[in-house]
């Protein structure tokens, strides 16, 4: 059973950086779609990244396009995403979630067949 533990979250300044780290056990990511996502209280989540777990292709969403990269190690062991020039609007509970095997090549997951306890970003001065 593959397990997702995310890390790396933490209160940060506007304009500041952070790097999130989703960690698998029980598996590898090969052949997976991986995503990451955001929770506001009162809001939908929203996903921010996916991943490819084979060719290792990626997608940001608009909304933080040009701030976030999304990355996954060579040994499809863990996902990366990097947040840069952060806004008190990326505040949020952030959580990887994978497929497998993805659904029609998506790089996207869709089904949340895994998903990790998420890790908190706090954007405030």
């Known amino acids: 059973q593959l397990q997702l533990v995310e890390s790396g979250g933490g209160l940060v300044q506007p304009g500041g950086s952070l790097t999130l780290s989703c960690a698998v056990s029980?598996?590898?990511?090969?052949?997976?779609?991986i995503g990451w996502f955001r929770q506001v209280p009162g809001k939908s989540r929203e996903r921010v990244s996916c991943i490819s777990g084979s060719g290792g292709g990626t997608h940001i969403e608009d909304s933080v396009k040009g701030r976030f990269t999304a990355s996954i190690t060579n040994a499809k062991d863990m996902v990366v995403l990097r947040l840069n020039s952060l806004k008190p609007d990326d505040t949020g509970l952030y959580f990887c979630?994978?497929?497998?095997?993805?659904?029609?090549?998506?790089?996207?997951?869709?089904?949340?067949?895994?998903w990790g306890s998420g890790t908190q970003v706090t954007v405030a001065s």
């Open positions: 979630a994978a497929d497998h095997p993805p659904r029609n090549g998506n790089m996207c997951p869709d089904r949340g067949d895994y």
């Open positions: 029980g598996g590898t990511l090969e052949n997976h779609s």
